[in-house]
């Protein structure tokens, strides 16, 4: 009951999100679009942002958790496909009037995966402070160009994506080789 209560709810945002910006929905309009109590929202969520935490959760975090063994490029291409398949929402999420939930959101995602590219583990908090700065620093760039893909208005074009994530890694990898002959030596 939980689970269909809180998909009604998200259903009702991602509807009124195409007739308004987020910042114009309030939670008693969005109540009365899911033709429930207000008292009901506060049962499940905290305020509009976290219906939207909540929906990016099950679209993308879920999904890209699943396979934990993917290659770091073709991890990057699977968030990208999950985007793109809704990203009239995600455009509109990263237009509204607070984008630093989306953005921290992604990060959030990003950022295990690019410490283990880099320095083999997927806990960042556990690395030196410069490994932790060079992880942040890499995980931003790499959400601000997700980020830039999906706010365009062009069509994706996904051998120029593909070109770009090889140059990233070309980048990268000697620091990943590099961490590995320090780990064996």
């Known amino acids: ?44 969520f905290q305020d509009i942002y976290d ?23 073709e991890w990057c291409l699977r968030v990208l496909s999950l985007i793109e398949e809704d990203r009239a929402f995600y455009r509109r999420v990263f237009a509204a009037s607070n984008p630093e939930l989306a953005r921290d959101f992604c990060e959030g995602l990003v950022r295990p995966r690019m410490s283990r590219l880099l320095f083999l583990t997927d806990d960042p908090e556990t690395l030196p402070r410069q490994q932790a700065f060079v992880v942040n620093y890499h995980t931003k760039a790499l959400v601000g ?34 961490c590995l002959q ?3 030596g």
């Not at 899911?34 to 499940?44: D, E, V």
């Not at 993308?60 to 396979?67: C, H, I, K, V, Y």
């Not at 999906?150 to 593909?162: F, G, I, N, T």
């Open 182 to 184: 320090v780990r064996a």
């Open 145 to 178: 160009y997700f980020v830039e893909l999906c706010v365009s208005r062009k069509a994706l074009d996904w051998v120029e994506v593909r070109c770009c994530l090889h140059g990233l890694l070309d980048v990268l990898r000697p620091a990943e080789e590099l």
């Open 51 to 73: 219906v939207l935490s909540w929906i990016c959760e099950r679209q993308l975090g879920d999904p890209l958790r699943e396979d934990p063994e993917l290659d770091f490029e």
């Open 1 to 44: 009951m939980c689970s269909n209560t809180k998909l009604k709810i998200a259903r009702a945002l991602r509807q009124l999100m195409c007739q308004r910006p987020l910042s114009k929905i309030t939670v008693q309009d969005l109540m009365e679009s899911a033709q429930m109590k207000r008292q009901s929202f506060y049962y499940h």
